[in-house]
């Protein structure tokens, strides 16, 4: 796809995302505890995440009908084709749930497997971060870069944590150690996609996280890159999409942040 077609499929993201805003933003103190579902130990839905997607899945058929769909909440079946929307309607659930106010909406589009479109709506704060490969990232359509720093003592590290807190739990304090001395300090903000879009913008250093899915690292994993940041998965490579597992760093934390994450989490 050339540059012109993806950049008007970026406004119409852009626009999508903030109509949808609007409903999420209309429902955070509609929610009971009766509307909510658990899909797996601490992993909660609600309606407003699966009306959400519906409505992001019924836009997108529209604007590419020979597309399929990877999608969180299963609304739409998931067929395999060379243009595939990856779909995450609600990213930080609980947060939402508990009126939080850090979620998002994360939508990449991908060609033959590889992202070339993402957008990760911060939806409290009306930001939309967004990138088409090797065109560059926007935050709101002005370029964004990820963070120049090279001293660790200034970087800002933010992390996130399986749904099975049991999972290697020793290990995964010894490497919150390692960062709480060695970096100026950790976030756990709820939101995958957003703790991407904050390292592609220069706000936080360095972000790693495993046990994830393709939809919550998809558009933010490209948004990192074209803002001139480094994408991993733990082991070095370039398998995080379907690994699940991710760090995104800049060119002076990357050697560091690896040996560490492999020597406690590989």
């Given at each position: 796809m050339d540059f012109v077609l993806l950049n008007n499929y970026r406004l119409e993201l852009q626009t999508l995302c903030r109509e949808l805003g609007h409903f999420v933003k209309s429902q955070i103190y509609n929610v009971s505890p009766n509307d909510v579902e658990s899909k797996d130990v601490n992993s909660l839905v609600s309606?407003?995440?699966k009306e959400t997607e519906?409505?992001?899945?019924?836009?997108?058929?529209g604007l590419i009908p020979e597309a399929g769909f990877i999608t969180e909440e299963n609304t739409i079946s998931q067929e395999k084709k060379a243009l595939m929307w990856v779909?995450?309607?609600?990213?930080?659930?609980?947060?939402?749930l508990y009126k939080i106010p850090i979620f998002s909406i994360s939508i990449a589009l991908m060609e033959n497997d590889d992202v070339v479109l993402g957008i990760v709506?911060?939806?409290?704060?009306?930001?939309?971060?967004?990138?088409?490969?090797?065109?560059?990232?926007?935050?709101?359509d002005v370029s964004i870069r990820v963070s120049s720093n090279s001293d660790r003592s200034?970087?800002?590290?933010?992390?996130?944590?399986?749904?099975d807190r049991t999972d290697?739990?020793?290990?995964?304090?010894?490497?919150?150690?390692?960062?709480i001395l060695n970096y100026r300090g950790i976030r756990r903000l709820g939101s995958a996609a957003i703790d991407l879009a904050y390292v592609a913008s220069g706000r936080m250093g360095v972000y790693y996280e495993n046990t994830?899915?393709?939809?919550?690292?998809?558009a933010g994993a490209l948004i990192v890159q074209e803002g001139g940041g480094i994408?991993?998965?733990f082991s070095g490579g370039k398998n995080y999409l379907q690994d699940g597992s991710i760090i995104a760093t800049n060119e002076h934390f990357i050697d560091d942040v690896s040996e560490h994450v492999r020597s406690h989490l590989s």
């Open positions: 309606y407003v995440d519906k409505s992001i899945v019924s836009h997108l058929s779909i995450d309607p609600l990213d930080g659930t609980t947060n939402f709506y911060d939806v409290m704060h009306d930001t939309a971060f967004t990138a088409i490969k090797s065109a560059g990232a926007w935050e709101n200034k970087a800002m590290v933010v992390t996130g944590f399986p749904y290697k739990i020793d290990e995964r304090l010894a490497l919150l150690k390692h960062f994830l899915n393709i939809w919550d690292i998809a994408v991993s998965d």
